[in-house]
C-alpha cells in the first residue's frame, strides 16, 4: 500500500474514482450480506424508481487523518441514524446502523491509499446512498433498495477554504413548511441548481433561503446550515422544522456551550435582525465552517455587510473553527465518542 501520487494540497472539491465501493442490495424483505466491489457504474432498469421518481437519501461525511497518523470519522453514528431517518420518510428500507458504520469503515479502509495525509487540508469524502433501484411506471415505492458508499479525496469546499464567502438570496424556496427539507434527499437539490447556477454567476458561493410560508426567517443555505453571532458574543442558529439536522451545527452547539463557554440560542431567526449580527458562517460536512461577509438581498440589490469583514473569520467564528477542525484531526482532545477510529 501507498499514498496515490496527487497533489494534495490543490486536489479541489471534485469527483475521482478510487479503488473500491460498498454494496448492498435489498429485495424481498432483506439486505444481502454486502461486499466491497470495483465497478463504479450501477446498471438499473430504465424505469428504476430512481430514474422516474427519485427515490434517493445520501450522506456525507469524512474520513481525516488525525496528528498522529490514525484514520477516522467523526461521528458517523450519527450519519447512520439520519441516513435511517431520511430513508424512513422516502419510503425506503432503512440500512442497519450499525452495517452502516462497518460498511463505511470497510470502504474507508479499502481506500486508505487515497486517504490524504495530515496537513494537506485535504480530506476523503464519503458518500453513502441508496436509491429505489425495481422498476415501477406507476408512482409507488420501489419494492428493492440499492445501497452504496463511495469514496473521493477532497480539498475545501470553497475556494479558499475559511476566507469570508458572500452570499444571496433568491426568489426560489429550498423546503416547503412539512415538505422534504429536513431529509437528506438529492431532489432537494435537484430543485435549487437553477438558483446554485445563477448565484454562482453573480458571484456568490450559496443562496440563503428564507422559509417558504413567510419569507420572513432565516433557514439555511443550499447546503450547509448558518450561524450568526451577537454583539454581546451570543451564538444564534436558526431553528425550523424544514432545516437540515446538520451534525456540524449540532456539534458546533455543543462545542460552544461546553467547550468555549459559548452561549447559545436555538429559535426562529427574522431575516430582518440580520443586519445586528457581528459575524455569520455557514456549517457543514463539505463547507466545514466558512465565514460569511456579505449577504446580498437579491429583491432591493442592497447589501448586508457583517462587521467581521471579507478578509478573515470573525473572532466567535474562528474560535469554533479550531475547535471543531482540532477535534476532527486529533490536535484537542475530542468529547466521548465523537471520534471513530477506522486505523
Ligand atoms: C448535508 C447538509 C447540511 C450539512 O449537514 P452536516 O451533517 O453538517 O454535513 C446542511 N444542509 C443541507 C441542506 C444538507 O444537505
Redesign the pocket.
Known amino acids: 500500500m501507498s499514498k496515490k501520487d496527487l497533489d494534495w494540497g490543490n486536489i479541489g472539491f471534485q469527483y475521482r474514482v478510487t479503488d473500491k465501493r460498498y454494496v448492498s442490495d435489498y429485495k424481498d424483505g432483506a439486505w444481502d450480506e454486502g461486499r466491497l466491489i470495483e465497478d463504479s457504474m450501477i446498471t438499473v432498469s430504465e424505469s428504476a424508481n430512481i430514474m422516474q421518481y427519485c427515490q434517493e437519501v445520501f450522506e ?1 461525511m469524512k474520513a481525516y487523518t488525525t496528528v498522529d497518523g490514525k484514520i477516522v470519522t467523526f461521528r458517523p453514528d450519527l ?1 447512520a441514524k439520519r441516513m435511517a431517518d431520511s430513508a424512513k420518510r422516502m419510503v425506503m428500507a432503512p440500512f442497519p446502523e450499525d452495517r452502516f458504520i462497518e460498511a463505511v469503515d470497510m470502504t474507508v479502509a479499502a481506500n486508505e491509499d487515497w486517504v490524504p495525509p495530515y496537513g494537506t487540508g485535504a480530506t476523503l469524502y464519503i458518500r453513502p446512498f441508496m436509491i429505489g433501484s425495481a422498476p415501477v411506471i406507476g408512482v409507488q415505492p420501489s419494492p428493492e433498495f440499492h445501497f452504496r458508499i463511495f469514496t473521493t479525496p477532497v480539498g475545501p469546499y470553497f475556494k479558499g477554504g475559511a476566507t469570508p464567502v458572500a452570499i444571496t438570496t433568491c426568489d426560489y424556496d429550498r423546503a416547503a413548511p412539512h415538505g422534504t427539507g429536513n431529509i ?1 434527499a438529492g431532489l ?1 437539490y435537484a430543485m435549487s441548481l437553477l438558483q446554485t447556477v445563477e448565484a454562482h454567476k453573480n458571484g456568490y458561493v450559496e443562496n440563503m433561503y428564507l422559509d417558504a410560508a413567510t419569507r420572513t426567517l432565516v433557514e ?1 443555505t ?4 448558518i450561524f450568526f453571532v451577537t454583539k454581546d458574543g451570543k451564538v444564534v442558529i436558526p431553528k425550523s422544522d424544514s432545516i ?1 439536522p ?4 449540532r456539534s458546533l452547539v455543543y462545542v460552544a456551550e461546553n467547550m468555549l463557554d459559548i452561549e447559545v440560542e436555538e429559535r426562529p431567526v427574522e431575516f430582518s435582525e440580520v443586519p445586528t449580527f457581528v459575524e455569520c458562517g455557514l ?4 463547507a466545514v465552517i466558512s465565514p460569511v461577509g456579505r449577504i446580498h438581498k437579491h429583491d432591493d440589490d442592497t447589501d448586508i455587510l457583517l462587521p467581521s469583514g471579507m478578509d478573515a473569520p470573525g473572532p466567535v467564528t474562528a474560535k469554533l473553527y479550531e475547535t471543531l477542525t482540532g477535534i476532527q484531526y486529533g490536535t484537542v482532545e475530542a468529547p466521548e465518542g465523537w471520534i471513530h477510529e477506522i486505523k
Not at 283 to 286: F, N, P, R
Open positions: 456525507g450519519n437528506k432537494n439555511e443550499g447546503g450547509s446550515n437540515l446538520s451534525i456540524t451545527r456549517c457543514g460536512t463539505a
